[in-house]
Protein backbone atom coordinates (compact mmCIF):
# COMPACT_ATOMS: atom_id res chain seq x y z
CA UNK A 1 0.00 0.00 0.00
CA UNK A 2 1.45 3.66 -0.83
CA UNK A 3 0.46 6.73 0.20
CA UNK A 4 -0.63 9.08 -2.79
CA UNK A 5 0.98 11.51 -4.40
CA UNK A 6 -0.82 14.42 -2.12
CA UNK A 7 -0.79 12.37 0.84
CA UNK A 8 2.85 11.44 0.64
CA UNK A 9 3.45 16.02 -0.14
CA UNK A 10 1.26 16.05 2.77
CA UNK A 11 3.50 14.05 5.31
CA UNK A 12 6.62 15.19 4.36
CA UNK A 13 5.13 19.15 4.66
CA UNK A 14 4.18 18.12 8.02
CA UNK A 15 7.45 16.18 9.28
CA UNK A 16 10.16 18.29 7.54
CA UNK A 17 10.07 21.10 10.34
CA UNK A 18 10.45 18.09 12.55
CA UNK A 19 13.29 16.93 10.87
CA UNK A 20 14.87 20.06 10.20
CA UNK A 21 14.83 21.03 14.26
CA UNK A 22 16.41 17.75 15.12
CA UNK A 23 18.84 17.90 12.82
CA UNK A 24 19.68 22.23 13.40
CA UNK A 25 22.07 21.54 16.65
CA UNK A 26 23.86 18.11 14.38
CA UNK A 27 24.69 20.00 11.34
CA UNK A 28 26.56 22.23 13.03
CA UNK A 29 29.05 19.91 14.21
CA UNK A 30 29.40 18.02 10.57
CA UNK A 31 32.62 17.63 9.43
CA UNK A 32 34.17 16.48 6.11
CA UNK A 33 36.54 13.74 6.53
CA UNK A 34 40.07 15.20 5.89
CA UNK A 35 43.17 13.17 5.31
CA UNK A 36 46.01 14.00 8.47
CA UNK A 37 49.78 14.49 8.65
CA UNK A 38 52.26 14.07 5.61
CA UNK A 39 51.43 12.81 2.49
CA UNK A 40 52.67 9.20 2.11
CA UNK A 41 56.09 8.68 -0.22
CA UNK A 42 53.43 7.58 -3.50
CA UNK A 43 51.94 10.88 -3.39
CA UNK A 44 54.63 12.77 -3.78
CA UNK A 45 57.01 10.77 -6.58
CA UNK A 46 56.87 11.89 -10.02
CA UNK A 47 55.49 10.22 -12.78
CA UNK A 48 58.53 8.82 -14.18
CA UNK A 49 59.42 7.70 -10.65
CA UNK A 50 56.65 5.48 -10.11
CA UNK A 51 57.32 4.23 -13.99
CA UNK A 52 61.03 2.93 -13.13
CA UNK A 53 59.56 1.31 -9.98
CA UNK A 54 57.11 -0.60 -11.66
CA UNK A 55 58.95 -1.72 -14.15
CA UNK A 56 60.43 -5.32 -12.86
CA UNK A 57 56.79 -6.15 -10.97
CA UNK A 58 55.34 -6.92 -14.66
CA UNK A 59 55.76 -10.19 -15.38
CA UNK A 60 52.77 -11.19 -17.44
CA UNK A 61 52.37 -9.27 -20.41
CA UNK A 62 54.50 -9.71 -23.51
CA UNK A 63 57.49 -7.21 -23.74
CA UNK A 64 56.17 -5.72 -26.52
CA UNK A 65 53.47 -4.48 -24.36
CA UNK A 66 55.23 -3.97 -21.06
CA UNK A 67 55.81 -0.28 -21.49
CA UNK A 68 52.76 0.59 -22.52
CA UNK A 69 50.92 -1.10 -19.40
CA UNK A 70 53.63 0.01 -17.40
CA UNK A 71 52.86 3.39 -18.15
CA UNK A 72 48.49 2.82 -18.39
CA UNK A 73 48.70 1.53 -15.28
CA UNK A 74 50.41 4.25 -13.08
CA UNK A 75 48.64 7.08 -15.11
CA UNK A 76 45.34 5.70 -13.65
CA UNK A 77 46.90 5.58 -10.57
CA UNK A 78 48.32 8.97 -10.87
CA UNK A 79 44.37 10.52 -12.11
CA UNK A 80 43.28 8.70 -8.82
CA UNK A 81 45.78 10.10 -6.41
CA UNK A 82 45.94 13.50 -7.53
CA UNK A 83 41.97 13.55 -7.77
CA UNK A 84 41.60 14.71 -3.93
CA UNK A 85 38.94 12.13 -3.55
CA UNK A 86 42.14 9.81 -1.43
CA UNK A 87 42.32 9.74 2.35
CA UNK A 88 45.68 9.23 4.20
CA UNK A 89 46.27 9.31 8.04
CA UNK A 90 42.48 9.60 8.72
CA UNK A 91 40.81 7.00 10.91
CA UNK A 92 39.10 4.68 8.38
CA UNK A 93 42.53 4.57 6.33
CA UNK A 94 44.00 3.80 9.35
CA UNK A 95 41.33 0.77 10.21
CA UNK A 96 41.31 -0.55 6.72
CA UNK A 97 45.38 -0.57 6.69
CA UNK A 98 44.90 -2.36 9.87
CA UNK A 99 42.91 -5.34 8.63
CA UNK A 100 44.50 -5.23 5.20
CA UNK A 101 48.10 -5.94 7.52
CA UNK A 102 46.30 -8.43 9.42
CA UNK A 103 45.36 -10.19 6.73
CA UNK A 104 49.12 -10.39 5.28
CA UNK A 105 50.83 -10.68 8.44
CA UNK A 106 52.28 -14.24 7.19
CA UNK A 107 52.87 -12.56 3.92
CA UNK A 108 55.91 -10.10 5.03
CA UNK A 109 57.12 -9.89 0.93
CA UNK A 110 53.54 -9.03 -0.30
CA UNK A 111 52.60 -6.89 2.87
CA UNK A 112 55.81 -4.37 2.22
CA UNK A 113 54.11 -4.22 -2.03
CA UNK A 114 50.28 -3.36 -0.87
CA UNK A 115 49.31 0.63 0.28
CA UNK A 116 45.62 0.53 1.32
CA UNK A 117 43.69 3.74 1.25
CA UNK A 118 40.21 5.10 1.30
CA UNK A 119 38.88 6.63 -1.41
CA UNK A 120 35.61 9.36 -0.92
CA UNK A 121 32.68 8.15 -3.55
CA UNK A 122 29.57 6.66 -2.76
CA UNK A 123 29.49 3.29 -4.83
CA UNK A 124 30.17 0.45 -2.50
CA UNK A 125 33.00 -0.72 -4.28
CA UNK A 126 37.04 -1.58 -3.58
CA UNK A 127 39.61 -1.58 -6.70
CA UNK A 128 43.41 -3.06 -6.64
CA UNK A 129 45.69 -1.19 -9.11
CA UNK A 130 48.55 -2.83 -10.79
CA UNK A 131 51.13 -0.80 -8.81
CA UNK A 132 49.74 -2.52 -5.48
CA UNK A 133 47.62 0.09 -4.31
CA UNK A 134 44.17 -0.90 -3.24
CA UNK A 135 41.34 1.42 -2.71
CA UNK A 136 38.21 1.07 -0.53
CA UNK A 137 35.62 3.66 -0.80
CA UNK A 138 33.54 5.24 1.38
CA UNK A 139 30.52 3.55 0.31
CA UNK A 140 31.61 0.32 0.90
CA UNK A 141 32.48 1.32 4.32
CA UNK A 142 28.78 2.57 4.89
CA UNK A 143 27.07 -0.69 4.14
CA UNK A 144 29.14 -3.05 5.83
CA UNK A 145 28.38 -4.43 9.37
CA UNK A 146 31.83 -5.39 10.64
CA UNK A 147 35.18 -5.74 9.88
CA UNK A 148 35.13 -9.81 8.98
CA UNK A 149 33.10 -8.13 6.00
CA UNK A 150 35.74 -5.70 5.22
CA UNK A 151 38.16 -8.25 5.69
CA UNK A 152 37.16 -10.43 3.09
CA UNK A 153 36.86 -7.60 0.15
CA UNK A 154 40.50 -6.63 0.95
CA UNK A 155 41.46 -10.43 0.54
CA UNK A 156 39.49 -10.28 -2.56
CA UNK A 157 41.47 -7.29 -4.41
CA UNK A 158 44.65 -9.00 -2.63
CA UNK A 159 44.59 -12.14 -4.89
CA UNK A 160 43.78 -9.85 -7.85
CA UNK A 161 47.52 -8.16 -7.19
CA UNK A 162 48.67 -11.35 -6.02
CA UNK A 163 47.91 -13.29 -9.12
CA UNK A 164 48.45 -10.69 -11.59
CA UNK A 165 44.78 -10.58 -12.77
CA UNK A 166 45.37 -6.81 -14.39
CA UNK A 167 48.66 -7.66 -16.05
CA UNK A 168 46.70 -10.78 -17.45
CA UNK A 169 43.86 -9.50 -18.92
CA UNK A 170 45.72 -6.09 -20.50
CA UNK A 171 47.95 -8.88 -22.26
CA UNK A 172 44.65 -10.77 -23.67
CA UNK A 173 43.14 -7.46 -24.64
CA UNK A 174 46.42 -6.60 -26.91
CA UNK A 175 46.78 -9.76 -28.47
CA UNK A 176 42.95 -10.18 -29.20
CA UNK A 177 43.92 -6.05 -31.04
CA UNK A 178 45.94 -8.68 -33.65
CA UNK A 179 43.10 -11.78 -33.46
CA UNK A 180 39.90 -10.82 -35.17
CA UNK A 181 38.57 -14.11 -33.49
CA UNK A 182 39.11 -13.14 -30.14
CA UNK A 183 35.62 -11.93 -29.25
CA UNK A 184 33.92 -9.60 -26.26
CA UNK A 185 32.65 -12.51 -24.76
CA UNK A 186 36.22 -14.36 -24.46
CA UNK A 187 37.38 -11.43 -22.92
CA UNK A 188 34.80 -11.05 -20.49
CA UNK A 189 34.61 -14.67 -19.47
CA UNK A 190 38.27 -14.51 -18.96
CA UNK A 191 37.37 -11.34 -16.47
CA UNK A 192 35.02 -13.86 -14.73
CA UNK A 193 37.16 -16.69 -14.25
CA UNK A 194 39.29 -13.73 -12.70
CA UNK A 195 36.75 -12.74 -10.35
CA UNK A 196 36.05 -16.40 -8.98
CA UNK A 197 39.56 -16.80 -8.38
CA UNK A 198 40.09 -14.13 -6.51
CA UNK A 199 36.63 -15.24 -4.31
CA UNK A 200 37.88 -18.56 -3.83
CA UNK A 201 41.51 -17.47 -3.19
CA UNK A 202 40.51 -15.01 -0.68
CA UNK A 203 39.68 -17.47 1.50
CA UNK A 204 43.10 -18.77 2.41
CA UNK A 205 43.84 -15.36 3.56
CA UNK A 206 40.65 -14.63 5.47
CA UNK A 207 40.59 -18.42 7.02
CA UNK A 208 44.32 -17.53 8.06
CA UNK A 209 43.22 -14.18 9.90
CA UNK A 210 40.70 -15.94 11.73
CA UNK A 211 37.45 -14.36 10.73
CA UNK A 212 34.11 -15.68 10.93
CA UNK A 213 32.99 -18.49 8.07
CA UNK A 214 29.69 -16.86 8.54
CA UNK A 215 30.28 -13.64 7.42
CA UNK A 216 31.10 -14.69 3.80
CA UNK A 217 27.98 -15.01 2.33
CA UNK A 218 26.99 -11.77 3.93
CA UNK A 219 29.05 -10.02 1.74
CA UNK A 220 27.44 -10.73 -1.21
CA UNK A 221 24.29 -9.81 0.13
CA UNK A 222 25.56 -5.91 0.77
CA UNK A 223 26.84 -6.17 -3.09
CA UNK A 224 23.36 -7.31 -3.98
CA UNK A 225 21.52 -4.85 -1.98
CA UNK A 226 23.52 -1.78 -1.33
CA UNK A 227 21.66 -0.01 -4.03
CA UNK A 228 18.73 0.21 -1.54
CA UNK A 229 18.76 3.66 0.44
CA UNK A 230 17.06 1.91 3.38
CA UNK A 231 16.15 -1.48 4.73
CA UNK A 232 12.21 -2.55 4.19
CA UNK A 233 11.48 -3.03 7.85
CA UNK A 234 8.42 -2.35 9.66
CA UNK A 235 7.59 1.20 10.57
CA UNK A 236 6.73 2.22 14.32
CA UNK A 237 3.79 4.72 13.57
CA UNK A 238 4.15 6.07 17.04
CA UNK A 239 7.74 7.65 16.45
CA UNK A 240 6.16 10.33 14.51
CA UNK A 241 3.76 11.27 16.34
CA UNK A 242 3.47 13.74 19.44
CA UNK A 243 1.37 15.53 21.80
CA UNK A 244 0.72 18.76 19.23
CA UNK A 245 0.62 16.19 16.04
CA UNK A 246 -1.06 13.44 15.15
CA UNK A 247 -0.62 11.80 11.58
CA UNK A 248 -3.54 9.16 10.75
CA UNK A 249 -2.43 5.38 10.61
CA UNK A 250 -4.06 5.16 7.20
CA UNK A 251 -1.00 6.88 5.89
CA UNK A 252 1.74 4.02 6.66
CA UNK A 253 1.45 0.67 5.39
CA UNK A 254 -0.17 -2.32 6.85
CA UNK A 255 2.85 -4.21 6.26
CA UNK A 256 6.84 -3.91 4.77
CA UNK A 257 6.81 -4.52 1.19
CA UNK A 258 8.90 -7.67 0.41
CA UNK A 259 12.25 -6.91 -1.32
CA UNK A 260 12.38 -8.34 -4.54
CA UNK A 261 16.02 -9.49 -6.02
CA UNK A 262 16.97 -11.94 -8.61
CA UNK A 263 20.58 -13.39 -7.50
CA UNK A 264 20.74 -15.08 -11.10
CA UNK A 265 20.37 -12.60 -13.42
CA UNK A 266 21.85 -12.23 -16.79
CA UNK A 267 25.55 -11.68 -16.61
CA UNK A 268 26.28 -12.57 -20.20
CA UNK A 269 28.05 -8.74 -21.01
CA UNK A 270 29.02 -7.99 -17.45
CA UNK A 271 32.99 -8.33 -16.14
CA UNK A 272 31.92 -10.15 -12.86
CA UNK A 273 29.58 -12.98 -12.61
CA UNK A 274 26.30 -12.46 -11.14
CA UNK A 275 25.51 -12.90 -7.33
CA UNK A 276 24.03 -16.54 -7.21
CA UNK A 277 27.13 -18.28 -9.22
CA UNK A 278 29.55 -16.61 -6.99
CA UNK A 279 27.52 -17.82 -3.62
CA UNK A 280 27.29 -21.04 -5.27
CA UNK A 281 31.61 -21.15 -5.96
CA UNK A 282 32.27 -19.95 -2.57
CA UNK A 283 29.92 -22.44 -0.85
CA UNK A 284 32.09 -25.12 -2.17
CA UNK A 285 35.24 -23.79 -1.01
CA UNK A 286 34.45 -22.78 2.20
CA UNK A 287 33.50 -26.51 2.91
CA UNK A 288 37.44 -27.40 2.24
CA UNK A 289 38.68 -25.57 5.18
CA UNK A 290 38.31 -26.77 8.93
CA UNK A 291 38.85 -24.31 12.11
CA UNK A 292 37.29 -21.51 11.08
CA UNK A 293 37.37 -18.04 13.50
CA UNK A 294 34.35 -17.01 15.27
CA UNK A 295 34.75 -13.68 15.86
CA UNK A 296 33.73 -10.75 12.94
CA UNK A 297 36.30 -8.46 15.07
CA UNK A 298 39.74 -8.91 15.40
CA UNK A 299 41.54 -5.43 14.88
CA UNK A 300 42.19 -3.33 17.93
CA UNK A 301 41.51 0.23 16.58
CA UNK A 302 41.96 3.38 18.65
Known sequence: MKPS????????FILLPIFLAGQ???????????????PPKI?????????????????????????????YSNYSLRNL????????????????????????RNHPDLKNEIQFYVIKNNITNALCTEPGVIFITTGLLSQIENEAQLAYVI???IVHYQEKHLQKSFNKSKASDLNASTSYQDQVTLSKDHEFEADVNALRLYHAAGYSEKE??????????????????EIDSTFFGNPTIHIPQSYFP??????????????????????????????????KYDNWGVQPFLTCFI
Open 5 to 12: GIKMFCIT
Open 24 to 38: ENSLDQFKTTKSVGE
Open 43 to 71: FKETFEERIEDSKGKVTEVEEKYKDDFVR
Open 81 to 104: LKSGYILYGDPMTNFVQSVGNNLL
Open 155 to 157: AHE
Open 216 to 233: VHTVFDVLMYSYLTFDEI
Open 254 to 287: EKANPILAFEDYDDSKSTHPNIRKRKDSISGAIR
